[in-house]
């Protein structure tokens, strides 16, 4: 079994780092070092993924620790350009773990498809005809995608709804195993499109997939004790649990805020994304895709709520996330991204739903990171001393002197390339 704690794992070089998680996860080095040496996708892989292609555009590709899903630990391979997300989420993983992980379910996986009429004379007769016909347009629609009924998955079901006088629409359900669907919905609402319009006597309009993914959500809850809400457990205060429960006030605190105003929730799921989108772009899917049916998702009440919840029960913060989440394993870029198949690889998911499971407990620990940050200290500490690190960097500070020219930086005036410049200056001087 996987151990996602690697301790120090930060402190690693990036040789280091990679022998440590080829180690942990039984995975040969060399293909590890090819794949993300190129970037994860050459400029001829990329040529037959898009059009028009110059090249192709690097992220940071890192791990976040410490994850516990269901009772495994998993290694979650993240892309993201902002410093201090990958960090922050493996740091609130850790205080999740410690009340037994993340319990995640997939309580069903079908995307919605929509078949669009319009010009229709009578749509209440239409909407009748409509489902009387329902097992044969589920027949049309299954002959449309054989190779996803031989794996078991397939049309399920279909509603109707009427949206004005004229106008109805075909919802139906589909079971696309371990794809994302995207296709297949389409080729199943391409197939079914003309039948339905004549069955409706309307005009055929639009035949697509919705993004707003609601049958096809994902439930994460952690339970937190609150002694380990604590930055450094024990030695901030006598009374580390008294602390520990002020933490977890603040964070209910913050929930309620998001609960209450749109103008925060909007933030507070900003929060959220920085690490199921991490996830998603790291395993090669649709983030567009995703963040669209999140927001949609939000709002479903009529007004913009947060997705994730938290509240302070006796010694324990729990918190509750609950999101669509339409991922695939299979299909789509992944067949021709080295480093999204590499990324599968590591995380050692078996499904679609056990990716959309990790991926939104990264994120609910990414929303306990921000709201334990700003329920705190705020989060310019921690962002200040990583800013720092890119600064010197951008100064051209090398090896070990990006961590001295950094803590320099961090130790108080202004965080500026000139004084970045300076300090190294100073500091090779003495050497
Ligand atoms: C920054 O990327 C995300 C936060 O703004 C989220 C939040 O405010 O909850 C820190």
């Known amino acids: 079994m996987v151990d996602s704690r690697i301790t120090g794992f930060y402190k690693l070089s990036i040789d280091e780092r990679r022998e440590a998680v080829a180690r942990a996860l039984g995975i040969e080095l060399g293909r590890l070092q090819r794949t993300l040496d190129s970037g994860g996708l050459t400029p001829a892989a990329a040529d037959k993924v898009v059009e028009n292609v110059l090249g192709v555009y690097a992220l940071p590709f890192g791990v976040a620790l410490n994850v516990r899903v269901n009772a495994s630990d998993r290694l979650v391979p993240m892309v993201v350009e902002e410093p201090s997300v990958i960090a922050a989420a493996s740091n609130a993983a850790r205080m999740a773990r410690a009340g037994g992980g993340f319990v995640a379910a997939v309580p069903e996986a079908l995307m919605r498809g ?133 933490v977890a006030d603040g964070i209910e605190v913050a929930s309620r805020f998001a609960e209450l105003d749109p103008y925060r929730a909007t933030t507070h799921n900003k929060g959220i994304m920085n690490g199921v989108d991490a996830v998603v772009l790291a395993t090669g899917n649709d983030f567009r895709a995703v963040e669209a049916g999140a927001h949609s998702y939000a709002s479903r009440s009529g007004r913009y709520a947060p997705l994730a919840t938290w509240r302070h029960r006796g010694p324990t913060l729990v918190g509750e996330l609950e999101m669509p989440l339409a991922l695939g ?13 590499l990324a599968l690889e590591l995380l050692g998911v078996t499904s679609a739903s056990e990716l959309a499971m990790v991926a939104a407990s990264v994120g609910l620990a990414s929303n306990l990171a921000a709201l ?29 002197e990006v961590e001295r020219v950094a803590a320099e930086l ?16 100073g500091l090779r001087a003495r050497r």
Not at 329 to 341: D, E, I, K, S
């Open 114 to 246: 929509q078949v669009h009429v319009y010009d229709v004379s009578d749509s209440e007769a239409a909407k009748r005809r409509l489902g009387a016909a329902a097992a044969e347009l589920l027949g049309s629609a299954s002959s449309s995608v054989p190779d996803l009924v031989a794996l078991g998955g397939g049309p399920r079901s279909l509603e109707v709804r009427v949206l004005d006088r004229a106008t109805l629409v075909v919802d139906f359900f589909v079971d696309c195993r371990d794809a994302m669907g995207a296709n297949m919905v389409n080729t199943i609402a391409e197939a079914m499109g003309p039948r339905v319009a004549e069955l409706a006597g309307g005009a055929l309009g639009l035949r697509i997939l919705s993004n707003l993914c609601d049958r096809r959500t994902v439930r994460v809850r952690a339970e937190v004790p609150e002694q380990e809400l604590l930055s450094s457990r024990g030695t901030s205060s006598d009374e580390p649990k008294a602390e520990g429960g002020r």
């Open 410 to 425: 961090a130790r108080g005036g202004p965080v500026t390339l000139e004084r970045a410049q300076a300090v190294l200056e």
């Open 372 to 400: 334990r940050a700003l329920a705190t200290e705020g989060i310019q500490k921690g962002h200040m001393a990583l800013h720092a690190r890119s600064v010197a960097i951008t100064a051209e500070a090398e090896g070990d």
């Open 329 to 341: 394993t299979v299909g789509g870029t992944l067949r021709a991204h080295p480093a999204a198949r």
